[in-house]
């Protein structure tokens, strides 16, 4: 009776799995076909801190840079969104991890979010999953956390680009990342400051060819400029333009170790 049961069970798995690559076989569909005719194709630019709102948001943008649009977003969601951006994976997952594992490990897929309509000062959006057959509603900051994390295409309303009040967002924020010295670095939240192993500096989140000689790449964590310690995008900036002679000189963090790396202006 059990090796009945036991033989009954491999026919059930070997079916399942045989299903499975029979679906995965199939043309995925264009996630263009499953939103409407007037929406944009977009991608995350960057994500910044508001200063009037001290809310951070994420700034969305077409490929040929004519539309742009900030949507505000919770700490939990930028964060999720920058590590989704960098590849970083925390030891453990938080929110949006386990929401990417839950679909992949059934077999779902999330063919694209779609950002479609904006009511009350209020941002709609619609995640399209397994070839359109499922439409869930979503906050746009869980939409876009998810695209990030899952490689999924983002869509905008084309309407909502012809509205001039949320591009004020951006006008008054702060960047997350600036670029100086072909270095481009971001703020330390927390969750990079754990995955690091670090309590201070700034993240290199890039960085160009000239920079990349000098011994230092990318999950580096750079701690000072000269004899100044750094916090922030901004005082890394501020302080690389301010370094007198044509030498400067960075403290950088590598997996724990730190060291002194020359740049030539």
């Given at each position: 009776m059990e090796r009945a049961s036991a033989r009954r069970l491999c026919v059930l798995m070997l079916a399942a799995v045989c299903t499975a690559c029979s679906c995965a076989r199939h043309t995925?569909?264009?996630p263009a076909a499953e939103v409407g005719p007037d929406e944009i194709e977009v991608k995350v630019l960057s994500v910044g801190l508001d200063d009037?709102?001290?809310a951070h948001f994420v700034m969305l943008g077409s490929a040929d840079h004519q539309h742009q649009l900030p949507i505000l977003v919770g700490d939990r969601e930028a964060d999720a969104i920058m590590r989704a951006l960098q590849g970083i994976q925390l030891e453990r997952p938080f929110t949006h991890d386990l929401m990417k594992a839950i679909i992949q490990a059934?077999?779902?897929r999330v063919d694209c979010i779609s950002i479609s309509d904006l009511r009350d000062e209020v941002y709609y959006a619609t995640i399209y999953m397994n070839g359109g057959k499922t439409k869930i509603d979503s906050r746009p900051?869980?939409?876009i956390a998810l695209a990030t994390n899952l490689g999924a295409p983002i869509f905008v309303a084309s309407k909502l680009f012809e509205n001039q009040a949320p591009p004020a967002i951006g006008a008054r924020s702060a960047p997350r990342t600036v670029t100086a010295l072909g270095i481009t670095v971001e703020e330390l939240t927390p969750p990079l400051a754990q995955y690091f192993h670090a309590s201070r500096g700034v993240l290199i989140a890039d960085l160009d060819a000239s920079a990349a000689k000098n011994g230092i790449e990318r999950g580096?964590?750079?701690t000072q400029v000269g004899v100044q310690a750094v916090g922030s995008p901004?005082?890394?900036a501020r302080e690389a333009?301010?370094?007198?002679g044509s030498t400067v000189v960075l403290r950088v963090s590598h997996d724990g170790a730190e060291h002194n790396v020359s740049f030539a202006r």
């Open positions: 995925r569909p264009d009037f709102t001290q059934n077999g779902e900051s869980d939409a580096d964590i750079i901004a005082e890394f333009n301010l370094q007198p």
